[in-house]
């Protein structure tokens, strides 16, 4: 089943074959790949349950290079929501508690295909435990670097897959910096630096798609820091409707935390760069990205789906977080944002509307914020 494909520059367009050991153009410019595949229903159904059912659309050359927990194929369940029911991704529910277990399956898988024994990745918490999970199964080694005021749950597990942990006292973006600056001697797994993360996220569109009888929702409403999951969702369904699978790509609303609110501030102003925030205060950690690198991507993402920007406040994310744990789901503060975007949402969408959502992240990766917030 070989595929073809390229990494191509977003910037000056320059190609390099998928098997280049790069994370950027030699320009700087970020990379997307470019790919091509067809699916085919019958060979999706026929395997296990796991984002590798959709294996064509992954461009990893070998089978034998694969790296998985079976993650992915997680549950598509109603949950009420303000009255409506909202059909909820139970992405909390995949092997080390977050959806970014389906970009790093692929990225670790591709690392292994490249011969590469050492990367290096920067994350809120999340990404880095899932890179480290998936390091660990590979034999890769990992270091992650980490803002130290990040969820202790988060940074636990983090050691306990046996990466390396670099706590980093500053901001996100500090910690972003460190990165950067240790990535000129290691190769950088970064999940919104390296093209491959989307096209492991992408699969949320797939099993979507799969999920609703081969069919696709109105609106999907996805939480955004540096745009991981709502870019590969934006890429599946673009996939599907480029092979005619779909008739149209559903509209996409992007969810941030008014603590830290970039993109939201591009979108309604129509700003044409992004602009510089204050240092985030927020309790949606996961969100808190001050500089998207994918920023305008993620924007033109939303306007080419008609879709739109909305934020929402600390008090708004924790009446959600009460509201949806009194339901049985356990959830993080970052993964409430969504909900508490979608009840927002809901004040001005037309009855009618088939809303699809996820929960991103666990509850057991922020006890002390639970306890706090729920305790009493
Ligand atoms: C990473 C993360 C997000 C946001 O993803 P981005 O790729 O930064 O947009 C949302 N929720 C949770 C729980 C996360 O871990
Ligand atoms: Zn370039």
């Known amino acids: 089943m070989l595929n073809q494909g390229a990494l191509v520059c977003t910037e000056c367009k320059n190609e390099y074959e998928l098997n280049e050991k790069i994370w950027r153009c030699k320009c700087g410019g970020l990379l997307n790949i470019d790919f091509k595949y067809k699916f085919s229903t019958k060979a999706i159904t026929d395997r296990p349950r796991s984002i590798w059912r959709y294996r064509e ?3 990893i050359f070998d089978d034998k290079n694969i790296v998985t927990l079976d993650e992915g ?22 092997p080390t508690g977050s959806f970014k277990d389906r970009g790093a399956s ?36 990992c270091d992650v670097y980490a803002p ?47 093209p491959f993360f989307m096209h492991g996220t992408k699969t949320f569109a797939f099993e979507v798609w799969e999920q609703l009888g081969w069919d696709v929702p109105d609106t999907i409403i996805l939480p955004v820091g ?26 996409i609303i992007a969810v941030q935390s008014a603590g830290c609110a970039p993109l939201v501030k591009a979108f309604k102003n129509n700003l044409p760069e992004i602009p510089e925030v204050p240092k985030s205060t927020t309790i949606a950690e996961g969100i808190a990205i001050n500089r998207p690198v994918r920023g305008k991507q993620i924007i033109n993402a939303v306007k080419q789906t008609d879709g739109d920007f909305i934020e929402v406040t600390d008090d708004e994310i924790e009446t959600a977080l009460k509201e949806i744990s009194s339901k049985g789901f356990c959830i993080e503060p970052t993964a409430a944002a969504t909900v508490a975007g979608i009840t927002k949402y809901l004040a001005q969408a037309s009855n009618e509307e088939n809303i699809v ?3 991103t992240g666990h509850g057991a990766k922020t006890p002390k914020k639970l306890f706090e917030f729920l305790g009493q």
């Open 57 to 59: 659309a992954l461009p």
């Open 73 to 94: 194929f997680t549950p598509l369940l109603p949950v009420d929501i303000n009255g409506k029911p909202v059909l909820m991704k139970q992405d909390q529910l995949m």
């Open 106 to 141: 692929v990225l670790i898988s591709k690392v292994k295909e490249l011969g590469i024994k050492q990367v290096i990745i920067d994350s809120s918490g999340n990404a880095g435990s899932a890179v480290a999970a998936y390091c660990n199964r590979a034999h890769v080694k």
């Open 148 to 194: 130290a005021h990040t969820s202790p749950a988060k940074l636990t597990q983090i050691i306990n897959l046996g990466a390396q942990l670099i706590k980093i006292d500053g901001s996100r973006e500090d910690t972003a910096q460190a990165a950067l600056v240790a990535a000129k001697n290691s190769h950088y797994a970064s999940h919104y630096w390296n």
């Open 226 to 251: 540096n745009g991981t999951i709502l870019l590969g969702a934006h890429i599946g369904f673009s996939e599907l409707y480029h092979q005619d699978l779909i008739r149209k790509t559903p509209k």
């Open 357 to 359: 959502a996820a929960f």
